[in-house]
């Protein structure tokens, strides 16, 4: 038996580990796709149904009177959060790799670089902790009531600013979040272009910033819109730190933009131990399905960005290692 | 009346004022705002250290480290030896098949099952940690009967960090230079032999820089464990299955979530002893990294 032979099942583990998690994710919550059907992705209805009182059967299955599985809340604010943090993370992220690529000296670029790329590193609890103990202070008492006042004229900023915990600020802490990713990937696209580029452009008297802008930039644009899929995927499934600043709303869609929200990977967390109360397992299945969509979710988002990378020939990614 | 040679080459020797002055504007305003999103980058870091460590620094003292918890108050002694255990636990499984998987990443990369696995690696790193971790939920925990155990928990953040040590033992594989495989060939050597012999002792500093980072990962997960180790507030007695098991993150989430100050405290300690090994761990990598790639050319 060659090397070769004797590596290929362990060095499989990989692949199996992905396969393992989809396919027992999914016969584990047939069940309950089966029972919710279609329903479940756009009815706004999460109810375990009458837990004192004894199961009955429902189209086949067994269930508690009055229970439905409707997720469309959790995935509106799974969208909506990732969104906001999506639009504020790729100018920031652009800019800084801008501004540490180009605009700082070649000497304290890789420090500089390191100290945000750190911003990846913290944990998800202590954005979560820095967020709930930090943040949401200062917005609830003073950022929020100043943008309901002073923005009002923008659609979802007027309105109640809540009590601090919502969407707005689950979409600035993942901002935080996700942006180390773009930042490092444009760095190392933006540094890799060809000098002959930067060269020919300076030497036509454009501007430092005019060569960056519409020369070098331009150049890296399949790989900015691939790493912004891949901090997309890192957004929806985020989990501690929007379970500790998104204020768990239940069935409810926000009305503005500082609204109570539960995302999906917040849900499961939140959720299971009120799933185990249904004697008949169908709360428990439906969660698995709530991960199974997530699952497929992120696998279709960066597999996606994934293949976009390869093509666009740009192997290294996601810069320090942490993507 | 026509526009004559001389007035374009005015009109090129000469531009306007107005738009040189607009193109000034442009650069310095440009890099202007480059360096504010830098600078607001830096200062979101600034104020997550300082809040963690100066609140964690406060609470710290030889108690939290040598006591275990009591209700909301006592140590955090269970917590550090479950995540320790746990991430070591994580270790031992995900480093042999993902040193593995690099060495076939990165040696057969000719068939088809080397851009598959990558592939694979790939979008498992993407895969929400929470779902793997419902993942152990219902297969160890709940279908398998384990119970909230260590057994459990370290197999899902070795699900976590796999990929990532697929991804640096590729790395690492693929900077040993050719010629010392050809060598090794040439000597007589089996393909098995070059690899372990000659190309894994060359690889060994990378791979062991990305177990690391693997470590730092598994250190500030939370959303695997809840519902794989699930949480005790005593020490571990040594069963792999049917004893919970507590750890670090776990504590910050629900000990801020009380209303006491002693809960607080722990929270923040809990959270300095978290954030202060992930970094130095971080720290520890990058200038392992820059050591033999040369210092800034690792930009």
């Known amino acids: 038996m060659s090397f070769k032979n004797i590596l290929a099942p362990i060095a499989s583990i990989v692949g199996v580990t992905l396969i393992g998690i989809v396919i027992f994710l999914g016969v584990y919550s047939w069940p309950a796709v089966k029972f919710n059907g279609f329903s479940f992705v756009v009815k706004n209805d999460w109810n375990l149904g009458n837990l004192y009182a004894n199961p009955v059967m429902h189209r086949g299955h067994l269930i508690m009177p009055g229970a439905q599985y409707g997720i469309l809340f959790l995935i509106v604010a799974t969208l909506l959060s990732t969104l906001i943090a999506v639009v504020l993370a790729v100018p920031l992220g652009v800019g800084s790799a801008i501004f540490l690529s180009d605009g700082v000296p070649a000497v304290l670029r890789p420090w500089l670089s390191f100290f945000v790329e750190l911003l990846a590193a913290v944990p998800s609890v202590v954005y979560g902790l820095w967020g709930y103990a930090a943040v949401i202070p200062l917005l609830s008492h003073t950022v929020f009531p100043w943008m309901a006042k002073h923005l009002a004229f923008i659609p979802f900023f007027a309105g109640d600013t809540g009590s601090g915990y919502g969407l707005l600020t689950s979409g600035f802490v993942l901002t935080l979040m996700i942006v180390p990713l773009i930042t490092s990937t444009m760095r190392d696209a933006l540094i890799s272009q060809p000098r002959g580029l930067r060269e020919a452009a300076l030497a036509l008297g454009a501007t430092r910033f005019e060569t960056m802008w519409s020369v070098i930039l331009p150049s890296t644009r399949r790989v900015l819109i691939a790493s912004s899929i891949l901090a997309t995927g890192r957004a929806l499934g985020e989990t501690m730190a929007v379970l500790m600043v998104g204020g768990g709303a239940l069935n409810y869609l926000p009305n503005n933009i500082y609204a109570p929200i539960t995302t999906m990977a917040a849900f499961i967390v939140s959720q299971l131990d009120s799933a185990l109360e249904d004697p008949t397992g169908m709360a428990v299945r439906s969660l698995a399905e709530v991960a199974l969509v997530l699952c497929v979710i992120s696998v279709i988002v960066n597999g996606a960005a994934r293949l976009m990378l390869y093509f666009s020939g740009y192997q290294r990614l996601g810069g320090g290692g942490w993507a | ?299």
């Open chain 2, 1 to 299: 009346m026509g526009v004559s040679a001389i007035d374009v080459r005015a009109a090129i020797n000469q531009p306007s004022i107005f738009r040189l002055v607009q193109r000034k504007i442009f650069n310095s305003a440009g890099w202007g705002l480059c360096g504010l999103t830098f600078l607001l980058l830096g200062s979101a870091m600034v104020w997550i250290l300082k809040m963690v460590f100066v609140r964690g620094a406060g609470a710290l003292n030889l108690k939290v480290l040598t006591h275990i918890q009591i209700g909301v108050a006592g140590g955090l002694l269970n917590a550090i030896e479950g995540t320790l255990v746990l991430g070591v636990g994580g270790l031992i499984l995900s480093v042999p098949p993902g040193i593995a998987a690099g060495i076939y990443l990165s040696e057969y990369d000719g068939g088809w099952l080397a851009p598959v696995l990558r592939f694979m690696s790939d979008v498992l790193v993407g895969v929400p940690s929470i779902v793997v971790g419902y993942f152990g939920y219902v297969t160890m925990v709940a279908t398998l009967g384990w119970g909230f155990s260590v057994a459990a928990g370290s197999i899902a953040l070795a699900m976590i960090s796999l990929p990532y040590i697929t991804r640096t033992s590729e790395v690492a594989f693929r900077q040993v230079p050719r010629t010392l495989r050809e060598a090794g060939f040439g000597l007589g050597c089996k393909p098995g032999t070059v690899i372990m012999r000659i190309c894994l002792p060359m690889a060994t500093p990378a791979i062991l820089t990305g177990v690391l980072l693997a470590l730092a990962i598994s250190v500030g997960e939370t959303a695997p464990l809840i519902y794989t180790a699930g949480w005790s507030s005593f020490l571990w007695t040594g069963h792999l299955t049917k004893e919970p098991m507590g750890y670090l993150t776990y504590a910050i989430w629900a000990m801020i979530t009380e209303p006491q100050r002693s809960a607080h405290q722990l929270a923040y300690a809990a959270a300095f002893l978290v954030t202060l090994f992930v970094l130095v761990i971080s720290v520890i990598a990058r200038v392992v990294t820059f050591r033999r790639s040369g210092w800034g050319q690792h930009a």
